[in-house]
């Protein structure tokens, strides 16, 4: 680590040299160690596990995909969409490299920058905003996705066609459509779309809130918040290993979540394929689709209704979330069981039927939501609901069949309004060793630190 | 616990029979295992001690004084101010006792209701709204107050005075004043005042909201939202087992804090005393004032000054937060002490300076503050912050004071805007032994349960 400026000179000098100059729990005292070897320096080193947390609380930042993804779904989140303020290719570059060298550092408990919040020049602003120096990494994951303006722009209302300001038009992958209008939505422009998207997990939202924070400050001048999204408890599970949470309905919820542990699965319904490498998305191989949708839900008149009611909307009991076909939670619904009545155990407009794979030719989702609470509306009612995020293989055959069926037929939709959409694209991670070190063996900016989505602007 | 309704001659029976009366765990089961003993059952019980943690995680609901005060500050909040809809003296007293009951459940881990979020009567709604079925009672504690305008209405903008709605104006103590304007106010009425506020502290957030959701519904008819604002980082320690732990501006905060440990200094700046029962506060004898401000930081600018600047600003060292005249965190500051320049090493204008309490006729307050970010403005800088809570003895002298130096001359301020602002006289505890329990043992609601200000209504 290079000398800060001595501040001998200074009026302050002797009571708080040194404590700049010490190493804090968040500067380089980490990567002297050993939580380098996180970074997988040597290019010997295995490929990083799909699913793997160190004692330390850190997932790898490299590897095949970005993490994020099928790491076990954190407990809180924090999700910011950016637009672009620069039309210079190359000042987005630059930007996704100090981005992903700061993701990089963050999520292995490292300061955002070398010399952490609280040491360095004096004159200068500190590398890192400080908030979360004492702070365990807590399991953070950064994930990085690009949506369908940063290639084509934005249309006007008159459906003059956007600007391709990136000269990446012909780069835009089959897949990051334009969402349709769906029967429940009453979106807010100022809560969708954006050219950037960064998902910051962990398990203390503190550590997601600062890392927004860093990455948001070095794009000052770049990209400018559009908004962003508070999630204070996970609704999936994306590892067998972990217990089904339960949504702001009071229900468990995405029990037939795509795992980590599916590898099949995830090749079929999560990752985009290597398949054809003319096509406009060949530089998103590895990579996936990230939908985010900001579900409100009517609390206080679900709180109201019967718990007849609210099972027989979502097909499953509301204790142990089995299937109203009988069972427990892992069992398969069978949706052909009736009972004394003749009518089907598990409505044929319930949550749980329409929602099944089996009623969209096998389609699955892996599911990484939260619960949110934004304040109330003036008539004293909670703006709550769950946060949905899901990353899947195509959103064509993946989200929008699921949907566009849900916003028509679903009974549950009486007590949803999609208030916040977005769409991006996902490139594979950083490859196990790429990385660029300084001296001090953390990762450092320079003009040939890779980044994430390198790919696409090959 | 008496029997649900036998859900036998219905077409769902047979598969959600089971679990609608299974023991959930956030049902009688703990009270099953012996959690009610936290309940003080029998008179003979010793008060509870004011700080303690069982090992499943929660703070005993009985007490002199109410909870979520000393106990040591839990790491999230959700709180909200409630207005009341009604205008009768009875349903207000209904409304406490239902409250009183419900943060009794809670704080010990059991559902909001008897048969918890998914037994009970299969054609009522649930006792409870279960997204919390399946989480510890990770430290929740329940605080109470009660605002100026629940005992004198609401001033109109013509200055007409407010309606003494519940024949309590008599009864307004002394201290509950309406806060005069500070320089850095800029306050919105839609996150300021309100009748009643509740304040939910725990380890997990999705517990905090819980609780206020569930205590919203029970307040349904009677008593709605106002504005509820929700904190993720704890930014004081109230007891000296806790680290100190980091603002948004990246420096420790609240070193100074009174702590459950002093008990002298909880007599002299937190608890209301009891020496006049001639006075209209009588009733308040135990309990304390709340201050609430909501803080808006200028992060981004703040973000970008030197580590010189910053320092200078608060007085302290960013890293340790020792004072700028030397030392280590905890020890005192010496603004004698020059530098070679023969300034003061702590500038006249720093924040720890005008804040300190030899400043301020040796006033201390127990404050319990909590780091927020509630999305961005429309420039895309941050609306995040400093939810500033404060517990005092008489806020005319253990606040008022303060805030209007702070305000004036406080370097800080520049980066500071208040948007929001509360007062609430805060009511003793519900004392050892008095709640009413059912059969299982568990406290329900009748017309001899105690309720939080019982005092004022007697």
Redo the contacts between chains.
Sequence with gaps: MSAPTDPQD???A???GM??R?V?GLGGGLAAAGVVAGFGLGRATAPAPAVASTAAGTYPFTGAHQAGIVTPAQ??L?LAA??LTTTSRDELVELLRRWTTIAARLTQGLSAGPFG??????????D???????LPPAGLTITFGFGRSMFVGTPGPDGTPGEDRFGLADRLPDGLVELPHFAADDLDP?RSDGDLVVQACAD???VA?HAI?NL??AA?GTA???????G??RTSSTSTAQ?T???????KDGTANVKAEESDALEEHVWVPATDTEASSAWLAGGSYLVARRIRMR??TW??????E???LVGR????G??????TEFTEPDFAKE???G?P?IAVDSHVRLAHPSTHDGARMLRRGY?F????D?????D?GLFFLAFVRDPRTHYIPVQSMLSRDDVLMEYLTHTGSGLFAVPPGVPDGALVTGEDGTPVTTEKSPFVGQQLFA
């Design positions: 200074e009026p302050t002797t009571s708080s404590s700049r010490a804090l407990d809180r924090y950016f637009d919040p609280a040491s360095g020049p004096y004159d200068a602003p500190p890192d905003t400080g908030e979360a120096a004492d100022a203390d939202p503190q809130v924070r948001s400050r000052f400018t918040i559009r908004w962003t999204q508070l204070y408890g217990k949470p339960r949504n702001l309905f009071g229900f609390i206080e709180d109201r209704t019967s718990l007849r609210q099972e027989n009991t509301k204790g142990e089995a299937p109203l076909s009988g069972g009972g004394r009545d009518a155990l619960n609470t934004d304040g109330n003036s008539l004293g009612r909670l709550a």
